[in-house]
């Protein structure tokens, strides 16, 4: 395997940059493997594993395969070793890349994330009440407040806590059947069963659940064949005493195109809300995060990067792994300074919207907005399409349908293919990566 290795790497010294060889391939170590299908490489730390998994894996994968001519598993593990490889010429060696087939899920914990747990959810005045409720219901699902009906802003960790539910349920009765889906993929799934004729299947899968739980249910507003089917499903679970949990960013009352009968169904159980962490709280979520990925990160630096406007804890998440990725690519010590010029961005920004995008798209590539939001497949106008609908993903929290509703009522399939496309060549074009971040500092309004 280091033979393989370093062939690869010989490779990869052609599509990338070389200081993104020195700083994150060349410390990557093979190690020994009994099964020849896996390529295991040691990376120095969890951060670095995350990073490589994130922004080099796909790459890795191609160049390693191009190589050995087959198709392996790539599996990056922490473990610091001193690297002894260096680069020399590259081998002329051009094959074709096959994807690994998916991974199929357990199927009695459809959906589940298994990264969100209670053990790692930080409680603090905002979501105290939230917690509580849905630790209760993971304890006892079915008895006590069914439906439960969490809501509250984007990013403030409704997600964890329902997923935290069915991890918990499934990790004291594994037999029990728990499915998460969000409202989008909910509504997804039935159309592709009614175009298949399979709404039998359709129907068993959710109504035969333990523990149903559903994210993003503002979504089903103005949505009549899904909250239709969604109605029937909610009463077969209730009145078998399933247990049956909801997350929106807005109170049932609140949510626009939702049907009476729905909306009083919502509010049969408990509503727990959960409010904006303080400073004090979100520097308690950046410090256990820095702990999880194995950052060094002192209690003055949380609480500098909690002290933003920021209240989303994804958003939040995203300042430490910029702050450590820049501290990994200088060998500078994460401090205050440190992250104040990292976070520059961030201090000063302002809310960015789907709208701001587009406009700053078009002005940089010269286009017109009717040419962006039209089905013209030229270059010149797709490219800058794709990259507008990719920052729109990567920028806002709006959900896809919505995205593409802003480009001239695009199917959402069309934008997770601008999203993958885009990532795919920021992934082995610096060029192209360092150009995107400059437009995305100019919609923020950042110099």
Request: proline share 5%; glycine share 4%; net charge neutral.
């Amino acid at each position: 395997m280091k033979s393989l290795w370093e062939n690869s790497l010989r490779l990869l010294s052609e599509r990338l940059d070389k200081k993104e060889i020195n700083r994150w391939l060349l410390p990557l170590i093979p190690l020994d493997d009994d099964d020849p299908s896996i390529l295991t490489l040691a990376a120095p730390n969890k951060f670095f594993v995350k990073w490589i998994n994130d922004y080099y894996l796909s790459t890795l994968i191609s160049a390693i395969e191009e190589v050995s001519g087959r198709p392996l598993f790539i599996k990056i593990i922490c473990k610091n070793i001193p690297s002894q490889i260096k680069i020399t010429e590259p081998p002329a060696v051009s094959l074709t890349h096959k994807k690994a087939e998916p991974v199929p899920l357990p199927p009695n914990n459809l959906g589940l994330n298994d990264k969100y747990v209670f053990t790692n959810f930080v409680v603090g005045d905002s979501n105290r009440f939230a917690h509580a409720a849905a630790f209760g219901v993971s304890n006892l699902p079915g008895k006590t407040y069914n439906p439960l009906f969490i809501h509250s802003p984007a990013g403030l960790g409704k997600t964890h806590l329902i997923n935290a539910i069915g991890n918990h349920v499934v990790s004291i009765h594994p037999d029990t059947k728990v499915s998460y889906v969000s409202c989008e993929n909910f509504t997804n799934q039935m159309i592709k069963a009614i175009s298949e004729k399979s709404m039998e299947s359709f129907r068993k899968l959710y109504r035969n659940t333990d523990v149903l739980l559903i994210d993003d249910v503002q979504f089903l507003g103005d949505k009549e064949s899904t909250q239709e089917e969604f109605f029937y499903t909610f009463n077969t679970l209730y009145d078998q005493n399933r247990q049956i949990v909801l997350a929106s960013d807005k109170k049932p009352k609140d949510i626009p195109g939702l049907e009476d009968r729905l909306r009083s169904r919502f509010e049969w159980g408990l509503i727990a809300d959960i409010q904006p962490p303080d400073v004090e709280t979100k520097a308690a979520i950046i410090s256990r995060k820095a702990h999880d990925e194995g950052i060094d990160l002192s209690e003055g630096v949380a609480y500098r990067l909690a002290s933003t406007e920021d209240s989303n804890i994804r958003v939040l998440e995203g300042y430490l792994v910029r702050v450590a990725a820049y501290s990994s690519m200088t060998g500078q010590p994460i401090t205050i300074n440190l992250a104040n010029h990292v976070l520059q961005d961030a201090l000063y920004k302002k809310e960015v919207t789907v709208d701001d995008i587009i406009k700053t798209v078009v002005l940089r590539f010269g286009i017109s907005l009717t040419d962006l939001k039209s089905s013209k497949k030229n270059k010149s106008i797709a490219e800058p399409r794709q990259i507008a609908m990719y920052l729109a993903r990567k920028m806002t929290d709006e959900p896809l349908i919505r995205i593409g509703e802003k480009f001239g009522g695009k199917d959402h399939s069309t934008v997770v293919h601008a999203v993958k496309k885009i990532k795919s060549r920021m992934e082995n074009d610096f060029h192209f990566r360092r150009d995107l971040d400059q437009l995305e500092k100019n919609i923020r309004g950042v110099d």
